[in-house]
């Protein structure tokens, strides 16, 4: 039982495929396999067009897991592999290997080099080669502007950048994760009374700038935020620090909305973003800022505790 894709952010079409793969592997008493690339092949084909991941590999090898996968197999992605064409693809990496009695798609499905091959290829080349191809339909969902869409990860990348991300944690069916090591920061928070853990940038999709409600774990390790034990509220802030008028590089940092936050030195951050406050807003006073932040902080409590 096989299914093919880049499943960046393991998103809810992406979990009713691999939910239709795990209960067709049952039925058939079958080994469930997964088959992903790394990196993703945008970022080799087309550089200069890459917008960043949804879920770094880590944390899709554990999305996965969680799935129900039994093997998963990231292909490196190489101008070679992306070059081959659909039939090739079938041949050398379905048929000469891996052999399955099915693969099970979505309907947007494509493969081969240019992304010639759709479903309708995999399905022809089904009929030739030996086995069944399991269709899934798209899965749609209903935004609060009262669109509905197609779920697929472009599209979460559009509402995360347009700060939207309530609605892109419809799509993902969780909220968005941000998750690097924790690094010193100016100290400006703490001058104005709310101390922030500052991250490293991420090789993710970044929100768009402004001030959030959401979640933080801590750990020793990035793998070990998987296991952590304590979502702690806090106010998110993602921006150039331009609030007193001084450009400054992009930070990313959270103020934790609690007591006893203990010593965070070369720990690991994940940041899970609930929902947007306010874009970035330049105050011509640090007591005006001050007295924003207090705002925020106050109204992203009220927001986490309907969590």
């Known amino acids: 039982m096989l299914t093919i894709g880049n499943f960046d952010g393991v ?3 992406h979990r009713e495929i691999l939910a239709a793969a795990k209960k067709a592997s049952a039925q058939r ?7 992903t690339f790394e990196p993703h092949p945008i970022t ?3 550089p200069d067009k890459a917008r960043g991941v949804l ?10 897991a969680q799935s129900g996968v039994d093997c998963l197999l990231a292909l490196e992605s190489t101008r070679q592999l992306l070059a081959l064409s659909a039939g090739d693809f079938v041949e050398r ?12 798609e979505g309907r947007s499905f494509n493969f081969g080099s240019g992304r010639t091959g759709r479903i309708d290829t995999l399905q022809k080349l089904a009929a030739q080669k030996g086995f069944d191809v399991l269709l899934v339909e798209d899965r749609d969902v209903k935004l609060s502007s009262g669109h509905t869409v197609t779920v697929s990860s472009t599209v979460i990348r559009d509402l995360l950048q347009a700060g939207s991300v309530a609605e892109a944690a419809t799509a993902l069916g969780r909220a968005y994760r941000l998750a690097e090591k924790i690094v010193p920061g100016r100290g400006k928070g703490k001058r104005l009374g709310f101390p922030t853990a500052n991250i490293e940038l991420p090789g993710q999709i970044i929100p768009a700038h402004g001030v959030y409600a959401g979640f933080v774990e801590v750990a020793d390790t990035f793998t070990a935020l998987f296991s952590a034990k ?9 921006g150039t620090s331009e609030s007193l008028g001084a450009g400054l590089p992009l ?11 203990g010593d965070l030195a070369d720990k690991w951050l994940a940041m899970d973003f609930v929902e947007r406050l306010r874009g970035q807003i330049q105050f011509e006073t640090e007591s005006a800022l001050s007295a924003q932040i207090a705002k925020d902080c106050q109204y992203a409590k009220e927001i986490l505790k309907r969590e």
């Open 29 to 35: 008493a079958a080994e469930f396999v997964v088959m």
């Open 55 to 64: 879920t770094p590999f880590a944390l899709k090898e554990h999305l996965l």
């Open 44 to 46: 080799v084909l087309y």
């Open 93 to 104: 990496f379905l048929v000469e290997n891996i052999r399955p009695g099915v693969v099970v």
């Open 230 to 238: 304590e979502r702690i509220p806090a106010a998110l802030s993602i």
């Open 11 to 13: 998103h809810i079409g």
């Open 251 to 261: 930070s990313i940092e959270a103020h934790l909305l609690t007591q006893n936050v």
